[in-house]
């Protein structure tokens, strides 16, 4: 397998070479926009959308009061606590976000539109859950601000316009629905309009102070992406190619000619896939940890426009079952929804099979722009967030399975001599007799691989 470097990540900051690392990225900086996307939809009874609701509410009154607590720290994704349990609250939390829900709950508008989505025979997708998030959270809003008072908090929060705005969308709501009951066609187009107009009352509500634009314009939306760390693990990947005589790849991923290529050996295993073995940890005891090497296997790319659909209300597979039976499929009252039949011990085996085996199927799809590619990758994933911090993402490989290093038409000498004296040093390090060199030519306008004699001793 072949991987393209740039003489920066090889040589400069990163040193990737001496530290025989191979680097696993985020999907965030890949070159396909379609890369690592799902579409979610959202479709189910009232108990899950009232939870769904309700979560939403708690991670509200987190960031207010993060925004109260400490109002010069700038308010971030990771300040939505979607995993935060109740039996993490304290016991005056836990009276303060009761009376919260119980005025919210009590709403007629909340409730009318909880039920109009849980009775609504149409998959609910992620614009219109973003317009209902958006015309609720100004009732949440509003009250919250109202319990925090009463509490003796006062939250950092542009609370002049929320009254007025909350009784302007509720209107638009009433109209929203009324036009789903009479014409479901003009339904759709009315939300990709409002949707627009949204973004735009947006940019005219823009303050000055940060953390206000958080809470009031930008929260719905950072909390629908953060929401989908529930179905998945964040993956990452490092890129790989079955060759290394493409021109233009050696133009894109090889720095216009002044990378290298680095050839990687790989083992072959029973069904046919090949692997690579990098390190991680095996194991932690106190303060120490251990780490050993395990087999990767290279998934290959396929090329398409489809994108994977999910049903969020049916695959929480990232929380404890007893958490997401718990805090998503059980009512106040304790009536348990039909949708969390799955978790059942009969099915449950079943389920998971299923929903692991669509994990990396994003991950491993990019347009048919890019099918002269022929890329295979290697995929990791941890459910503890461990690979979060980038320093974590970089994989140690054995140094006997870097089989051959290319340099590009243009890689600078002086770069080229650095690599290789890494090199003879490795080679010696590791009693290694031989390492072979390669140049990339151009011959006939083709990429042509000739080996340099150059001895490593």
Request: charged share 25%.
């Amino acid at each position: 397998m072949y991987r393209f470097r740039s003489i920066q990540s090889l040589l400069g900051q990163y040193k990737e070479l001496e530290n025989q690392e191979i680097y696993f990225a985020n999907v965030e900086s890949l070159n396909d926009p379609l890369e690592g996307k799902r579409e979610y939809f959202w479709s189910g009874d009232n108990i899950v959308w009232t939870n769904l609701y309700k979560q939403y509410i708690n991670c509200l009154v987190h960031v207010l009061l993060i925004s109260k607590i400490n109002p010069d720290k700038e308010l971030e994704d990771k300040d939505i606590l979607i995993f935060t349990r109740k039996e993490d609250h304290s016991e005056l939390f836990q009276t303060h976000i009761n009376e919260i829900y119980t005025r919210i709950l009590n709403n007629e508008y909340i409730d009318k539109y909880l039920q109009f989505l849980s009775q609504k025979t149409e998959e609910t997708h992620q614009n219109e859950l973003y317009i209902f998030l958006k015309i609720l959270h100004y009732i949440a809003l509003e009250e919250i601000i109202n319990v925090q008072t009463k509490f003796g908090l006062h939250p950092q929060s542009n609370s002049k316009n929320i009254s007025f705005l909350k009784q302007v969308l509720a209107i638009y709501l009433d109209e929203i629905v009324k036009t789903y009951i009479l014409d479901p066609s003009l339904y759709y187009k009315y939300i990709g309009e409002f949707k627009d107009e949204l973004d735009t009352a947006e940019l005219e509500m823009h303050h000055h102070i940060r953390n206000i634009n958080f809470i009031n314009t930008e929260f719905t939306e950072r909390y629908i992406n953060v929401l989908k760390k529930l179905i998945y693990p964040e993956c990452f990947v490092a890129c790989f190619m079955d060759n290394c005589t493409n021109s233009s790849i050696w133009g894109y991923y090889g720095d216009s000619h002044k990378g290298v290529c680095l050839k990687f050996r790989t083992y072959t295993i029973d069904d046919g896939n090949h692997t690579i073995d990098l390190e991680k940890i095996s194991g932690s005891s106190g303060s120490s940890t251990s780490y050993d090497y395990f087999p990767h296997t290279f998934e290959k790319m396929n090329y398409s426009s489809q994108i994977q659909k999910i049903d969020f209300f049916r695959n929480l597979g990232v929380l404890p079952s007893p958490i997401s039976l718990k805090n998503w499929y059980t009512d106040s009252n304790g009536k348990t929804s039909e949708l969390a039949n799955y978790l059942q011990e009969d099915v449950i085996k079943t389920w998971r099979e299923e929903y692991w085996s669509k994990f990396f199927t994003p991950y491993l799809n990019k347009t048919s722009d890019w099918k002269n590619e022929r890329e295979y990758r290697l995929l990791i994933y941890s459910a503890l967030n461990t690979f979060d911090n980038p320093q974590n993402r970089k994989l140690k490989y054995k140094f006997e399975d870097l089989e051959a290093i290319i340099f590009g038409m243009n890689t600078p000498k002086e770069d080229q001599i650095k690599i290789i004296d890494i090199i003879k040093n490795k080679c010696k390090e590791n009693n290694r007799p031989s390492f072979d060199f390669y140049k990339a030519n151009s011959s006939n306008g083709n990429v042509e691989i000739k080996k340099l004699n150059i001895n490593i001793n």
